[in-house]
């Protein structure tokens, strides 16, 4: 019975600290979107700027990519 209780225990808690990962990775996606509309904002609304901004903050936190429009 003992072995029983300690694995529920065990998936409580790493069910619990899946969730608080993602919402950790949530709040990094959001840090990163504020740097984009602070980007816009300064720059006056330079897309390709602001979104390669954007990526380089998210690419490391695995938070979602901004097309980047490249002219050649």
Known sequence: ??????????????????????????????????IYNACMTATGGD???CAHEHNLCAAPQNCPLMPEIIID
Do not use: N, Q
Not at 7 to 28: E, M, P
């Open 47 to 49: 897309y390709g700027i």
């Open 1 to 34: 019975m003992r072995s029983i209780r300690h694995k529920t225990l065990f998936a409580a808690a790493f069910v619990f600290a899946a969730g608080f990962a993602s919402t950790a990775s949530a709040a990094s996606c959001i840090e990163c979107m504020d």
